[in-house]
Nanobody, 121 residues
């Protein structure tokens, strides 16, 4: 069974930084695109950033220049470094990954349980 486990959320003042981590575990052959999404109260879930296995990245306009996504393929782990945080970044952040389970013939989409990020003004 494949699982994504996130860590690193919390409460921080505006202008501060947090680093999120998400590790995929289980019987995994490899991970392809990995990314972070977020959902604020009363809003739809939105893409924050994603990264391909080869390291190509794309970001939501609202986080460009402040957030950096990276990954460690050997550890099946993706990171999100968040700097210059703003109150509007407050949301539950979810990890997402396209994972090839061992002995599978296709990749499957997995989600983490979410981690709360709260930025106070």
């Amino acid at each position: 069974q494949v699982q994504l486990v996130e860590s690193g959320g919390g409460l921080v003042q505006a202008g501060g930084s947090l680093r999120l981590s998400c590790a995929a575990s289980g019987a995994i052959s490899r991970t392809d695109v990995m990314g972070w999404y977020r959902q604020a109260p009363g809003k739809q879930r939105e893409l924050v950033a994603r990264i391909t296995r080869g390291g190509n990245t794309n970001y939501a306009d609202s986080v460009k220049g402040r957030f950096t996504i990276s990954r460690d393929n050997a550890k099946n782990t993706v990171y999100l470094q968040m700097n210059s945080l703003k109150p509007e970044d407050t949301a539950v952040y979810f990890c997402n990954a396209a994972v090839w389970p061992v002995s599978a013939y296709a990749s499957y989409d997995y989600w983490g349980q979410g981690t709360q990020v709260t930025v106070s003004s």
